[in-house]
């Protein structure tokens, strides 16, 4: 989820959806599913979701029932999903790995207790993107002609680039890092209620008075999902060394700290792996295949009608039913 941290410090204003409506949108898919996916689980009855061989895809209910908000608000999503992981997050992926294996534990014993409030909570915090998650997603996001990408490595990397280069309008995800990768302007809280709030970094640097190679050293001394900070410093301590020394390195020599693999995280951040994907947007959701296709997966129509329903509605009024 990358910094929370530079919340503090970042340029973010709350916009109405009227603002930034007609606009392409690169979502990080990761972050956007895990979202929609742990809702589900904790509010839906495990047997919409889980097929007679014991498949969970409550993945499939929580697409049908996030997309019609981007679709209601006439924004265009392009969905980005992470590649291979980055060795530098290895520790990051270790500590989530053994935290839900935690839960699964503890959801075992609610379970056998009958304490079934607590069982719904715990069950929402093991959930993975499985296999079959990942590729039932994408199946079902191609039905509805949402475009998809595949990232070299981190989804929030590609994201930060797509919208630098101009192939989309804007960033979408809840990861702060995003300001750090270079995203000239982030869309958060597209699964919230509510209108979204915009991350703006040209703002944020102005405000700041940094570059941005000086606003990542801030994100490093603090800490990201790729190293560990310097105990004891936030983001208001970062900002005020790195001011007064300039840069990252001139702040770890007067502290007689280092940080490890500071180098490498600095150059991830400036020159992460990306590829310049040629997006085709356009085509009509092909609702009566969607349905089907979950359908097939065992999802009752109850769960998704709904869903449905609004996308057809708002690709409509919105002149999605043909993207452009």
Known sequence: ????????????????????????????????????LTTTVKWTSSEAYTTDEGEEVANLIGVVKGLPKLYENDLTPVMVFDGAVTDLKAAEVEERRAARKEAEMELERARERGDTVAAARLESR????????????????????????????????????????????????????????????????????????????????????????QLIDVGILCGTDFNEGISGVGPKTALTEIREHGDLWSVLDAREETIENAEAVRELFFDPPVTDPEVAFGGSPDVAAAREYVARWGIPESEVERGFERIEEATTQTGLDDWT
């Open 1 to 36: 989820m990358g910094n929370a941290a530079l919340r503090e410090l970042a340029s973010i204003e709350t916009v109405s959806f009227e603002e930034v409506g007609g606009s392409t949108v690169a979502v990080d898919a990761h972050n956007w599913l895990y979202r929609y």
């Open 126 to 213: 093991t959930q993975r993107l499985t296999p079959t998650i990942q590729e039932t997603t994408r199946e079902l996001l191609s039905l509805l002609a949402v475009p998809i990408v595949e990232a070299p490595a981190e989804g929030e990397a590609q994201t930060a680039h797509m919208a630098k280069t101009g192939t989309v309008d804007y960033a979408g995800t809840e990861d702060y890092d995003a300001l750090l990768f270079g995203s000239p302007k982030t869309l958060r809280g597209l699964t919230s209620s509510g209108d979204p709030e915009l991350m703006d970094l040209e703002r944020t640097l102005s405000e700041l008075d940094l570059t941005l190679e």
